[in-house]
RNA sequence: GGGCUGAUAGCUCAGCCAGGCAGAGCGUCUGGCUCUUAACCAGACGGUCGAGGGUUCAAAUCCCUCUCAGCCCGCCA
């Protein structure tokens, strides 16, 4: 086998192949930034700005053609909230864009033709609940199919069209979730339907270029090393072994050989055959720099692990194989899940929308929208810290509290893109206060609880009313979660108590003080230490007595406000220990 | 071993580009509210800005060395 060298594509003639010229750019794009910006985004967004002003410079661009933003990863199994960074990161850069009065659009490569390369053990259905390997029909299907796309794989829970549909399908709906619009482009589909087909030429027409370029990076590239790995016609694996390419028909013949995989070995079955271009796959090192040409990408964040290999080579690869001007790139930092990294195998992982249970979509994208350089862990046992950084940022945007100039400024840039929309009128109920409210299922009765806590002012909208109690299943489900201190349930029955003389005739004496006066919260929390002190009950014991009667716990919240809240009726009966 | 990125109050984080009094919130403590009770108000406590050195009138900020953490330096993606 072998390639006329041919003269080198156009625009690559001044690229050295060598790595140590070369001199790849930084991905650090943020550290790197010449201007300050409250929001990163902005600097990101600047970066942007001036790679499309010089490649329409260059007349390598319409300026008429959008600008386009994208990310990827593959549908290997359950997506978290750490990939969600693919989609949030490039998400605040489109916005950014969009508010400079570009036209965006956000692209998500699925790479779903890459081989599954070891058996998961933990999937998720579309809904979103994860599972156990052996909870699914046929687990060791999975393990028959190890080496082929992810497309050409069955779903095991055989609600879509393969494995990678399934999980493409679950990044979808939590991109959905988050109130990201992307348009998810198929790598498979790139490849059957020929957009890949001229690139993919391009490569292997300049394969000795290639070969040059990535051996810079890779030490297996050798002479023998094919930058296009086919699928073998018989047992459905992507395999490697090149013996023969046609440009011309665009067919590649193939033997189809045993494959490293991570820490396994696939064996090939032998076949020997001709498949098409559009019949496999570039290798990842050339495929990133191909989807960048056939999308037309300008921006592209990735994560911490692309930031040493395959962004440099991939820069290179887009300037003297394809001589194409590369994206703009930007690393970002990962996230840890409760102090410990995001794994799928060890099942610590949570879903974009298991998280949209505990909280607000504000209150994650605010979470997002924090310096991606700098690794963050989305701890759930202290969410209520979030929602409470988040409140008063909003607060600080609004006017209604004091705060420094910068953070002032900071919260002013970003908030607009973190809200659907700036709504002054809005209310929060503190989000532990939620949780308690959350102790009830009666939804008038958490109204009537927040508004005379105060948490809900006089002449609020009632919008503004519907929209702040939203919170309270969000934390409530927090609170069960977790099982933390404000984990209360509102005894339905009467508990199983027991009281001395003193203290029955207290509580007794409580009662009639409600049915007489219907006394507000303040009065009724005096009325609940005079009634302790003139039935010589101790004070902190009577508080126990009403804790342990409405809530079968010994603490709680403030009583005399949270007695007052509820039905004077049942409070009564209740005191008097009738139900 | 080499490279990249990060480290600021108990916790969560601003400030660093372009040097100018060490900041915010939460938590804690104290006090207030006729009142031990997770909602409210006031005040206080809390720092070797990871360590050391250099430049400078002045360093969290700039430079160098080091420590620790994550990632990369096989293959794959």
Known sequence: MSEEPGPAPSGTVDVPLDADAFEARSPHTLAESDRQHAFWADAAADAVEARVEAAEEA???????????KGGISPSGVPHLGNMNEVMRGYFVAEVLRERGHEVRQVFTTDDRDPLRKVPRKLADLDGNVVGLGEVEDA?????????????????????????????????????????DIEIVSNTELYESGRLEDATRHVLANADRA?????????????????????????????????????????????????????????????EGTATFREGKLPWRFEWPAQWRVLGVDFEPFGKDHAEGSWPSGDHIARAVFGDRPPVPMVYEWFTLNGEPFSSSAGNVVLAGEVLDLLEREVVHFFFAKDPKRARDFDITTLDQLVDEFDRFEQVILGEVEAPETERERAARVYPFVVDAVRPERVRIAYTFAAVLGMTDDTDLRETMARRSGHIPEGTPEWAVADALDRVPLARNWAVRTDNAYNYRLAETLPAVEFDDDTTAALADLADRIEADDP???????????TARDHGVDVGDFFTAGYRLFLDEDQGPRLGPFLAALDSAFVVRRLRLEG
């Open 59 to 69: 007349g390598e661009r319409d300026p008429d053609d959008p600008i386009v933003v």
């Open 140 to 180: 060791g299907a999975l393990g028959r199919n190890l080496g082929k796309p992810y497309t050409a794989i069955p779903d095991p829970f055989g609600c879509c069209d393969s494995y990678g549909d399934h999980f493409s399908e679950l990044i979808r709906r939590s991109a959905e979730q988050l109130g990201v």
């Open 211 to 271: 070969r040059e370029v990535l051996a810079n990076y890779q030490n297996k590239v050798d002479a023998d090393y094919v930058p296009f790995n086919p699928i073998c016609a018989e047992c459905g694996t992507v395999t490697e072994t090149v013996t023969g390419i046609d440009l011309e028909a665009g067919t590649v013949d193939y033997r189809c050989t045993e494959m490293e995989a991570g820490d396994t070995t696939i064996g090939g079955c032998g076949h």
């Open 520 to 530: 507000d919260d303040e009065a009724l929390q005096e009325a609940i230490y005079g």
